[in-house]
C-alpha cells in the first residue's frame, strides 16, 4: 500500500479523552475514531488488524469443527421471550419497535436465535454433537462506554454454539474449544491465561475465562505459583485452614471504641491488628423466613459476593441491608456489630471461624468485645467460603501459593446444560427414540477486544510493538528525500514492487514528509519491520534494516534486503 | 467437509411461502432460514456463497483504489439531521432511543457517517482524490419485505464513496468504480448490463445501476439492439418523433361514451385504435400558483411518474389529482377528460404533440371528441418527455431500435457531486487555499442479492447451477454404499483427503444416505462436479463424473480423478 493511496490519519498529540493507553494508541495510530458514544468506527489501519485477528479465530474455529454461520443483527422478542431473558435482560438489550410495532432487540448474543435454528433442523441424536459459530457485530447498550473499543456498544465477537445429546458430549466439545481458544492466543502471540469462572447470567456448570494479562485489566486472576491452576477472583476457592480454633486463653472484655467506623479505626483504637478483629456484615437472606443474615469474617479478608450469594440462605445477587435493618437487627450502627447474640443465622468465613481470643463490635454503638472465642460466647450457623483469595494464599489444587495478576477477558467458555435448550423445547430423539432436550455449550471471544488488549501488551513509549502476527503491514520502507533523489526513489520503489508481488503487506511511505514523521508514524502504527532507503546508505549499497522491538538493527546490502525480510518474517 | 459434521439442511418439499425461484430454492438447499419478516440466518451452505462474493467484491474494490474501513450500524441522529436526512427519510429508517433516551437510527446507507469522518481526517486538496469501502450488514424497514434475502430487512452490502476536489476526478474515479463493478459480475459469471438510471432521493447528477438479467427481475430496462446503449425505463429518454403534427383532415365532432372509463373502452366505444386517442391526466403543480397540471399522453402510451416530475411545473415526487379535483378542474370525471379549454397548464408527451385528427375526452361525462387537432381546436403549454420507452422505440443514442428485458438491481452508483458535503460542511483548501465543499461519488453492490440474483439466471428443475466462482463447494464426493464396501470407503476417502489438501473444498457425503438422496441433494445444491465412487466402477478402475450443467459426463481412471478436477476447475 502507497501512503499516498491509503488513510494513515495518525495523530501527534495524545486525545484528551482516552484513559487507556490502547485507547490513546488506536486513535493516535489512526486505527478508530468515535462516532458516538461507544460506537467507532475502524479506520483502514485498525480494520487490517482486526480482520487479521478475525481470520486467526475463523481458521482456528474451522480446525476445531466448528461450521460458520450468521444470524441475523436484529432479533425479534418472541424468542426471548421464550427463554424468559425478554423480561430477564437488564438496559444492555437494546429494544426497539418495528415500523409494525412490533419487539425488536440488537443482538448481544445469540443463544436464543441458534437455539430455534437448531430445534427445526436436527431431529436425532444421530445428528449430533453438532457446533457453529459466527463472526458478526453485536450490539449492548452499556451505560457507560469507555476505554474505546474494550468496552463499546457496537463490537465484533465470535459467537459459537454446540448441541449434545448429553453432558459427556459437551464436555468432550468444551475441551476441543478451550484447546482452539489456546491456539488463537497463541497464534496471535498474546500472554494471556484460561482461568476457572463464575457462570453468571448465562447460567450452566463449568466456565473458564480467557485473560490477556495487562496491568489496565479489569479482572483481577489468581494464579497458582506451581501448577496451571488459575482463576477469577470472583470464583478462587480458599481452602478452609488446617486445624480448628485454639482454644480460648483470654476473658472477655468490652472496651470503647468511640467514633470507629471501620475495622481499621477500631483495631487501632484497640491497639490490634485488623486480622485480628472479626468483622460483621448483614445482608438479605434467601427466604421471607430468614430475611437478614449476618456474615463473618476475619478483618483483614475481603467479602467475595459472587462466592457469598451461593450459600442457600443468602439472597443472590448478594444484597447488603440497610443502615436501619442493622439497627434493628444488632441494636447498633454497623460500625460495632458482632455475632454475639444475634438471633439471625450467623455465616462465618472458613477463616473467621478458626479465629480464637478475637476482637469484634459488641453491639452496642461505641463498644467492642475484646478476648472472644467462638463457641463460649457467640455461636455460628454455618461455615462457608465468603472471601476473596489474596497473594500468598495455597492454591485450592493443593499445589503452591497464588499470586494475582490483572487481566482483560477475551474470551468466556460455558458449558449451559440445558438452560435454553429445555426453555425453548429444543429435543431430538434419543437412543431410545424419546425426545431429549440438548445439552448446550457456548464460547465467546471479544474480537475487537483482542485488538485493544494485543496493544495494552505490547507497547512503549513510541507507540504500538504488534506481533508479528496481526501487524497491520509487515514492512514499512522509508525512502528519504525520494522526491530530490531518483536513485532513492527508484530503489524504493523496485523494493516495494517486489515485497508486495510476494503477498508481504507493506506500506511505502511515498508522501512527501520529512524522516521524522515517517519514522515517528511507523513506530506509532507498530509495523515490524522497518527498511530506510537513502542516499548515504546507497553509496554503499546498503538498506537500513530495524525492527520495531528493537531487536535488531542492521545495513543490509540491496540485494539481500528482501531474503533478509522473509526469513524475519517466516521466523515469527 | 464431510456432510456427517456439516449440516447440509435440504428440504425435499417448495416451502409454501416462497414465490420467487431463488427464494425457494436457497430454503431447500439448506442456504437460509427465516427468523421473522425480512430476517434470515444464513446457514452453512449459503455463508460459502456470501462470502465468495464478498471476497471478490473486495478483492475487486482493492485493486480499484478503494481502501476499506468499518463504520458503526448504529448511527447518531446528530449527523442526519446535519443532512437533513433525519426528517427526509421515511419509515425504512428504523429509528429508536438508547437508554439515554438519545436518537439513532440502524444504517441503511453511510453517506453521513463516511461525510463526517472524512471532514475531519482531510484537509488538503493533496490528499485527494480518496475513496473507501465496507462490506456490512445493513437494515432498511421495508414495509412488505418478500423474495427472501432479494428484499429483505437486513441485508449486506458494500459500499463505497469518493471524494474530490472537482467533478472531472469524480468522473475519473466513477469511471474506474464501473469498471471495477463490470470486473465483480463479470467474474462471479453473471449475465448483467450497466443501465443509465435515476438518481433518485440520494441526489447527484450520473448514476448507473447494474443489473442481472432474470424473467423475474424488478426492473423494465430497455437496450438498444445496434449499441451498448441501456437504461433503466425510469429515465430511458423517449426520442422526439421526426416532423410536426400532420394537417388536420378532420372535422371535430362530439360523440356519446356512455361508461366508458378507460382509454380502452372509449377507443372500442369509438371504433378507433387507443393509439388514435389522446389521454388526459391531472397532477399536482409543482407551485401554489399553479396547483393543478394537466399531462397529454398517446391513448397507447404509459406515463413515466419519474420523467414527467422532473418538469419544472409538476410536483415532485409526481400526485395524481383527487377525482374531486379533476371535476372542479375538467367538469367531469377522470374518463372524459380532454385539454380543450382548460384553464391550467396543458403538458403534451412528444409523441402526443405530433398527433391530429385524434379523440379525446370532452370534459363532459359520458363524451368524447373526434377529429381533434392541436392549435386549431385545443393548446398546449409545453411539449416533455413524460412517456415510458416501449419496445421498438428508437434508441435515444441514435443507433438501432429498443428492447425491453427484466433486470434485478444488484448495483448502484451516483455521482453525488457536493449534496452532503455542502450541508455538512466536508471542506479542504484547494489548490488556492479557500475552502471548497468536496465533490462525492458513492457506490453501492447488494452482495448479498446477488447471491439470489445468481440463482435465478443459474438453475433448472433439479436445483441451483451455481457459476464455479461462487459455488459452496467445487466437488462432491458421492460413495455408494460405503457403509458395506471398505473398498469404496478407502478410494473415497483418500480422493477427499487428496482435493482437500490441495485446497479444493470438496463436500465428502459421508453419511448413510441412499443414493438418490445424495445425488438430489448435491445436484440441489448445485454443486459443479460430482465424483461417484461405486463398486462397480472400482472393479474397472474407474469413478463416475457429471458435472452440474449436464456438459460433461465421464468414467475416469481412478489414478487421473484429481488431474481431471484441477483442469476443470481452472478452466473456469
Chains 1, 2 share one sequence.
Not at 444492555?92 to 418495528?98: A, I, K, N
Not at 465470535?158 to 445429546?165: L, N, R, T
Not at 480454633?245 to 483504637?269: G, H, L, M, W, Y
Request: charged share 25%; aromatic share 6%.
Amino acid at each position: 500500500m502507497r501512503s499516498s493511496q491509503y488513510l494513515l490519519s495518525t495523530l501527534k498529540e495524545d486525545p484528551s479523552d482516552a484513559e487507556l493507553i490502547s485507547h490513546k494508541l488506536m486513535l493516535r495510530a489512526g486505527m478508530i475514531r468515535k462516532v458516538a458514544s461507544g460506537l467507532y468506527t475502524w479506520l483502514p489501519t485498525g480494520l487490517r488488524v482486526l480482520r487479521k485477528v478475525e481470520n486467526i479465530v475463523r481458521e482456528e474455529m474451522n480446525k476445531a469443527g466448528s461450521v460458520e454461520m450468521l444470524m441475523p443483527s436484529v432479533q425479534p422478542s418472541d424468542l426471548w421471550e421464550e427463554s424468559g431473558r425478554w423480561d430477564q435482560f437488564g438496559p444492555e438489550l437494546l429494544r426497539f419497535v418495528d415500523r409494525h410495532q412490533r419487539d425488536f432487540c440488537l443482538g448481544p448474543t445469540h443463544e436464543e436465535i441458534i437455539t430455534s435454528v437448531i430445534r427445526d433442523e436436527l431431529s436425532s441424536y444421530k445428528q449430533l454433537p453438532a457446533n457453529f459459530y459466527q463472526i458478526q457485530t453485536k450490539f449492548r447498550d452499556e451505560v457507560r462506554p469507555r476505554f474505546g473499543v474494550m468496552r463499546s456498544r457496537e463490537f465484533i465477537m465470535k459467537d459459537a454454539y454446540s448441541f449434545h445429546i448429553d453432558d459427556e458430549s459437551l464436555e468432550q466439545t468444551y475441551q476441543k474449544m478451550h484447546q482452539a481458544y489456546c491456539n488463537v492466543f497463541d497464534r496471535i502471540g498474546l500472554d494471556y491465561r484460561p482461568v476457572l469462572a463464575d457462570t453468571g447470567a448465562i447460567g450452566g456448570s463449568n466456565s473458564h475465562e480467557f485473560h490477556v494479562l495487562a496491568e489496565s485489566g479489569e479482572d483481577a486472576i489468581a494464579f497458582s505459583t506451581e501448577s496451571d491452576y488459575a482463576a477469577n477472583i470472583e470464583k478462587a476457592e480458599c481452602l478452609a485452614p488446617e486445624g480448628e480454633a485454639p482454644a480460648p486463653t483470654q476473658d472477655i472484655e468490652k472496651v470503647a471504641t468511640p467514633n470507629c467506623r471501620s475495622v481499621k479505626e477500631a483495631a487501632e483504637s484497640m491497639g490490634i491488628e485488623t486480622r485480628d478483629v472479626l468483622k460483621t456484615l448483614f445482608v438479605e437472606g434467601a427466604s421471607e423466613e430468614q430475611p437478614v443474615v449476618a456474615l463473618c469474617l476475619r478483618g483483614d479478608h475481603e467479602l467475595n459476593e459472587i462466592k457469598a450469594s451461593k450459600h442457600e440462605l443468602i439472597a443472590d445477587p448478594l444484597v447488603l441491608v440497610s443502615d436501619e435493618t442493622v439497627k434493628a437487627t444488632a441494636g447498633c450502627a454497623p460500625g460495632s456489630c458482632g455475632p454475639q447474640d444475634l438471633k439471625i443465622p450467623v455465616i462465618a468465613d472458613r477463616d473467621a471461624a478458626v479465629m480464637s481470643d478475637f476482637a469484634c463490635g459488641a453491639n452496642e454503638d461505641g463498644y467492642h468485645l475484646k478476648g472472644v472465642n467462638w463457641k463460649r460466647d457467640a455461636e455460628y450457623t454455618d461455615v462457608f467460603d465468603l472471601r476473596n483469595i489474596v497473594a500468598g494464599d495455597k492454591s485450592p489444587d493443593g499445589k503452591g501459593v497464588l499470586e494475582i495478576k490483572r487481566g482483560i477477558e477475551v474470551g468466556h467458555i460455558f458449558q449451559l446444560g440445558d438452560k435454553y435448550s429445555k426453555s425453548m423445547n429444543c429435543t431430538v430423539l434419543d437412543q431410545n427414540g424419546k425426545a431429549k432436550p440438548l445439552s448446550m455449550g457456548c464460547y465467546g471471544i471479544g474480537v475487537s477486544r483482542i485488538v485493544a488488549a494485543a496493544i495494552e501488551q505490547n507497547h512503549d513509549e513510541n507507540g504500538i510493538i504488534w506481533p508479528e502476527s496481526i501487524a497491520p503491514f509487515k514492512v514499512a520502507i522509508i525512502p528519504m528525500n525520494m522526491h530530490k533523489s531518483e536513485n532513492v526513489q527508484q530503489v524504493a520503489e523496485a523494493l516495494y514492487q517486489r515485497l508486495e508481488s510476494l503477498g508481504i503487506e507493506t506500506l511505502f511511505l511515498d508522501q512527501k514528509e520529512s524522516p521524522g514523521v515517517m519514522f515517528a508514524n511507523t513506530e506509532l502504527v507498530g509495523i515490524p519491520h522497518r527498511l530506510v532507503v537513502s542516499d548515504r546508505g546507497l553509496k554503499n549499497d546498503t538498506i537500513e534494516y530495524k525492527n520495531r522491538d528493537n531487536s535488531d538493527k542492521a545495513d543490509l546490502e540491496v540485494a539481500k534486503v528482501v531474503d533478509y525480510i522473509q526469513s524475519k518474517i517466516n521466523n515469527n
